[in-house]
């Protein structure tokens, strides 16, 4: 019989499957589409930069890109997607539905939904409905919702009225409720933050040699919102004012305000900042001492014998304007 040589087994390479590699560049391949840090995305859209990590670890909405050294980077799209969410969110959706729908849209439909108009946003001039929707969006931190009603409405009324009406309350509701628990401190630090930076802006201060008012805080100028608030109205009435915050070292405030040579200026201070700040101003001026007094907006020392009174923000800005005529009147 002959030998029979089995034949030798062919023998195969194993074909690896093709896999991408995670995406981490520096830049994305399309040079003209710009990419935004997590930091930049939570300041554009006002929305926490730890909802937003929140977000992208518990949905899967959040950025799509990241650097070599593992930054997270946001696209437009992505940041499209983060918008609808929030939107959906604030109506009412749980973050987990409005997440799902949020990832299951194509580009298309994602620009088509964001296109539509967000019923979030009230049109109501009605003080107590527009404080409703400022809680409801602090409560979501929505901060761009915040600075939408905050910004419609100073554009209708009056910057005291608006106060009066409507972010006075609200405020005051915000910090209620999150000491009573039912509102986590993020909400109070977003919303306290968002109004006041359109407070500031209400009519920005111009540059000047001089000063009518100065208005000097020895807190973190979040504390002492209020006193940013008198600074406002104070300008809407024509009263130029510089405003001078806790960064500024208590030695060199005498001399910025030796320089502005004010008629008035108000001190503001939760603790002995106040004093360590009036030792340093020139004998004979004019000093109104300002601090928070809760539960009413703040206390004011009026009158020689430096009687602390609690008032208003409206009230206090009357006191300021009274001694800036009465220091005139007596030139």
């Not at 690896?16 to 710009?34: G, H, L, M, N, Y």
């Not at 939904?113 to 409801?136: C, F, H, I, N, Y």
């Not at 630090?189 to 008012?213: F, G, S």
């Amino acid at each position: 019989m002959a030998d029979v040589t089995p034949p030798t087994p062919p023998t195969f390479t194993p074909v690896r499957p093709d896999v991408v590699p995670p995406q981490t560049v520096d830049e994305p391949e399309d040079r003209s589409t710009i990419t935004w840090g997590v930091g930049a995305v939570a300041e554009r859209l006002e929305i926490a930069a730890s909802t937003l990590r929140t977000w992208e670890r518990r949905y899967g909405v959040g950025p799509s890109h990241r650097t070599q050294g593992g930054h997270r980077r946001y696209t437009e799209r992505d940041i499209d997607r983060v918008e609808l969410l929030r939107r959906l969110v604030a109506r009412g959706v749980s973050a987990q539905d409005a997440a799902r729908v949020t990832r299951s849209l194509d580009p298309d439909n994602l620009a088509a939904a964001l296109a539509e108009p967000d019923p979030g946003r009230v049109s109501s001039t009605d003080p107590a409905q527009l404080v409703d929707s400022v809680m409801k969006a602090a409560s979501t931190l929505d901060g761009r919702g915040i600075h939408e009603l905050v910004a419609e409405a100073l554009r209708r009324e009056s910057f005291l009225e608006t106060w009066r009406g409507i972010l006075a309350p609200a405020l005051m509701r915000i910090a209620t409720e999150s000491s009573a628990g039912s509102l986590d401190a993020e909400a109070v630090e977003l919303a306290t933050r968002v109004v006041m930076n359109q407070v500031a802006a209400v009519r920005p201060a111009m540059p000047t040699e001089t000063a009518d008012v100065v208005l000097v805080t020895s807190d973190r100028t979040i504390d002492s919102l209020p006193l940013v608030a008198i600074d406002a109205a104070l300008r809407s009435a024509d009263v130029s004012t510089r405003f001078i915050d806790a960064s500024m070292p208590a030695a060199s405030v005498r001399g910025l305000v030796d320089r502005l040579d004010p008629e008035v200026v108000v001190l503001w201070s939760s603790s002995f900042g106040a004093a360590v700040l009036e030792a340093t101003l020139s004998p004979g001026s004019s000093v109104l001492r300002a601090s928070p007094a809760w539960p009413h907006e703040m206390s004011l020392s009026v009158g020689d014998d430096d009687r602390a009174v609690s008032m208003t923000v409206a009230t206090a800005t009357d006191h300021v304007l009274d001694r800036l005529r009465g220091k005139r009147s007596r030139r």
